[in-house]
């Protein structure tokens, strides 16, 4: 049998991780593995937050079966030396050997609390959603609520989301301007594919919702990041964008994802003037206006034949009602409507009734107090905990926080602390469009810990990791 040394030097991203050589002898090909890569990672060779190869690539350098590095990589988290994270990669965990400091709780064997995700809890909401539940058959027979909808129906619906456009947009909306969608990534999914050509080129911003990326990967969209500045969207970055070929713009003027920045008046009215005079769409996703009030002006009620809105009521809701809606010009509600008819048929009459029962005006206007009041005390209690790091420009009223982080933390790192310790957010790769690196900055949702006791400590814990950085880099590059 050939040995099977591990000695090459494996760049991973911006990780320079050098992998150790282990011995060949009558022990388990997966035993060895685990004991090399143990021995750098206690003498430090193996720096905290450093990114493993993955278990393919590994296998195929030393020449083994994916399943024996599998198997080699599951010994070292039993031994709590590394931490698998979804779709993220394996990272080096801290090796603690006393005099830690007491501003950093202790790791945990398991994430606790997920704040990767906009997911609001549902607590607050229960007596709400229980009781527009339990009056669905009341509101309309059996048969009729598991039946396709007939038109009659439709209109109702289309009737009541353009109320709710109204009321937490702003934007004076009719019936015949809505297109129902099953939520706002389907929403967007109806916009693209229906006002954007396969290979077309789409701007964004530099920094997005990574269903965008999702998407347009899915229908062979080009996305060309625009740069953002303390404003909102750069006007000669997005310029450069529609010289380069763009007709149409995604954007989220209203407490962006991820940056949760809110453009100003004047840069509303720039974008305006150039979607004018390029003759630009422009697709403006508004999923969490509803926080503000009063709302910021949207841009599509100065773009009436060019402006296409996307809402949705998942966040002000509950996100398993994936129910959302289109706005758009007379010129283009058809074909919309042909598109969700392609790719789903009708929306669900259960889940409509369901929204029915929660947008009626009192529950509306006490879901809505309700929203804005849990997130003024929530952002109250980031800025408390994370002010010195948080962006000046950065809006009160959004449910995520963009955090850049200070020297010498990188974004990797900092998530695999915080992991360890029970605490997971969001790495800046996913929000990133292009081949730009990835800013050093994580997006903390504020919105998805169940209480606020529970975003209080784990605000306090990042706290205690900015304040107290990894040591100097062992690295070499």
Same mark, same amino acid.
């Given at each position: 049998?050939?040995?099977?040394?591990?000695?090459?030097?494996?760049?991973?991203?911006?990780?320079?991780?050098?992998?150790?050589?282990?011995?060949?002898?009558?022990?388990?090909?997966?035993?060895?593995?685990?004991?090399?890569?143990?021995?750098?990672?206690?003498?430090?060779?193996?720096?905290?937050?450093?990114?493993?190869?993955?278990?393919?690539?590994?296998?195929?350098?030393?020449?083994?079966?994916?399943?024996?590095?599998?198997?080699?990589?599951?010994?070292?988290?039993?031994?709590?030396?590394?931490?698998?994270?979804?779709?993220?990669?394996?990272?080096?965990?801290?090796?603690?050997?006393?005099?830690? /400091?007491?501003?950093?709780?202790?790791?945990?064997?398991?994430?606790?609390?997920?704040?990767?995700?906009?997911?609001?809890?549902?607590?607050?909401?229960?007596?709400?959603?229980?009781? !527009?539940?339990?009056?669905?058959?009341?509101?309309?027979?059996?048969?009729?609520?598991?039946?396709?909808?007939?038109?009659?129906?439709?209109?109702?619906?289309?009737? #009541?989301?353009?109320?709710?456009?109204?009321?937490?947009?702003?934007?004076?909306?009719?019936?015949?301007?809505?297109?129902?969608?099953?939520?706002?990534?389907?929403?967007?999914?109806?916009?693209?594919?229906?006002?954007?050509?396969?290979?077309?080129?789409?701007?964004?911003?530099?920094?997005?919702?990574?269903?965008?990326? %999702?998407?347009?990967?899915?229908?062979?969209?080009?996305?060309?990041?625009? %740069?953002?500045?303390?404003?909102?969207?750069?006007?000669?970055?997005?310029?450069?964008?529609?010289?380069?070929?763009?007709?149409?713009?995604?954007?989220?003027?209203?407490?962006?994802?991820?940056?949760?920045?809110?453009?100003?008046?004047?840069?509303?009215?720039?974008?305006?003037?150039?979607?004018?005079?390029?003759?630009?769409?422009?697709?403006?996703?508004?999923?969490?206006?509803?926080?503000?009030?009063?709302?910021?002006? !949207?841009?599509? !009620?100065?773009?009436?034949?060019? *402006?296409?809105?996307?809402?949705?009521?998942?966040?002000?809701?509950?996100?398993?009602?994936?129910?959302?809606?289109?706005?758009?010009?007379?010129?283009?509600?058809?074909?919309?409507?042909?598109?969700?008819?392609?790719?789903?048929?009708?929306?669900?009459?259960?889940?409509?009734?369901?929204?029915?029962?929660? #947008?009626?005006?009192?529950?509306?206007?006490?879901?809505?107090?309700?929203?804005?009041?849990?997130?003024?005390?929530? /952002?109250?209690?980031?800025? !408390?905990?994370? *002010?010195?790091?948080?962006?000046?420009?950065?809006?009160?009223?959004?449910?995520?926080?963009?955090?850049?982080?200070?020297?010498?933390?990188?974004?990797?790192?900092?998530?695999?602390?915080?992991?360890?310790?029970?605490?997971?957010?969001? /790495?800046?790769?996913?929000?990133?469009?292009?081949?730009?690196?990835?800013?050093?900055?994580?997006?903390? /949702? #504020?919105?998805?810990?169940?209480?606020?006791?529970?975003?209080?400590?784990?605000?306090?814990?990042?706290?205690?990791?900015?304040?107290?950085?990894?040591?100097?880099?062992?690295?070499?590059?």
């Amino acid at each position: 049998m050939r040995p099977h040394n591990i000695d090459t030097i494996w760049q991973i991203k911006r990780y320079i991780v050098p992998v150790t050589k282990f011995p060949t002898d009558n022990r388990p090909k997966y035993v060895a593995i685990a004991e090399g890569l143990a021995a750098d990672i206690r003498a430090g060779r193996l720096p905290p937050g450093g990114r493993l190869p993955t278990q393919r690539a590994l296998a195929d350098e030393v020449g083994v079966t994916v399943g024996t590095v599998t198997r080699a990589y599951a010994l070292l988290r039993q031994q709590g030396l590394i931490v698998g994270e979804v779709g993220r990669g394996t990272f080096v965990r801290p090796v603690h050997r006393g005099g830690a /400091s007491s501003d950093i709780p202790s790791p945990t064997d398991h994430v606790a609390l997920d704040l990767s995700v906009n997911t609001p809890t549902l607590t607050p909401l229960h007596g709400s959603l229980r009781a !527009a539940l339990e009056a669905l058959p009341a509101a309309a027979s059996l048969d009729a609520l598991l039946q396709y909808p007939g038109e009659a129906t439709m209109t109702g619906h289309r009737r #009541l989301l353009a109320r709710w456009i109204q009321h937490a947009a702003g934007l004076e909306t009719s019936a015949e301007q809505v297109v129902l969608t099953l939520g706002a990534q389907h929403a967007m999914l109806v916009a693209l594919s229906t006002l954007a050509e396969p290979g077309q080129r789409i701007a964004c911003p530099e920094l997005v919702f990574p269903g965008l990326k %999702a998407l347009a990967r899915y229908l062979r969209l080009r996305l060309h990041p625009v %740069a953002l500045d303390e404003q909102g969207l750069s006007i000669d970055s997005l310029e450069e964008a529609v010289r380069a070929g763009a007709r149409v713009l995604y954007c989220t003027p209203t407490l962006q994802n991820p940056t949760g920045l809110t453009w100003t008046a004047r840069r509303r009215a720039e974008v305006v003037a150039l979607a004018r005079e390029r003759d630009l769409t422009v697709i403006e996703d508004d999923t969490y206006g509803f926080l503000c009030d009063p709302p910021p002006r !949207a841009l599509c !009620a100065d773009l009436p034949e060019q *402006g296409v809105h996307l809402s949705s009521l998942s966040k002000v809701l509950a996100p398993g009602l994936r129910v959302g809606a289109i706005r758009a010009p007379a010129r283009a509600v058809e074909a919309l409507r042909a598109t969700v008819m392609t790719t789903t048929l009708t929306p669900s009459t259960v889940t409509l009734n369901l929204a029915a029962g929660l #947008l009626a005006p009192g529950p509306l206007a006490r879901t809505l107090a309700l929203r804005r009041a849990e997130q003024a005390e929530r /952002s109250a209690l980031a800025r !408390a905990a994370l *002010g010195p790091w948080i962006p000046s420009n950065a809006d009160p009223r959004s449910p995520h926080l963009w955090l850049p982080l200070p020297e010498p933390w990188r974004a990797a790192e900092l998530c695999a602390h915080a992991a360890e310790r029970g605490v997971r957010v969001a /790495s800046p790769e996913p929000f990133t469009v292009g081949q730009r690196a990835a800013p050093q900055a994580v997006r903390i /949702s #504020l919105c998805a810990a169940p209480t606020v006791q529970a975003l209080a400590d784990a605000l306090d814990l990042l706290r205690g990791l900015l304040r107290n950085p990894p040591g100097p880099s062992r690295l070499r590059i």
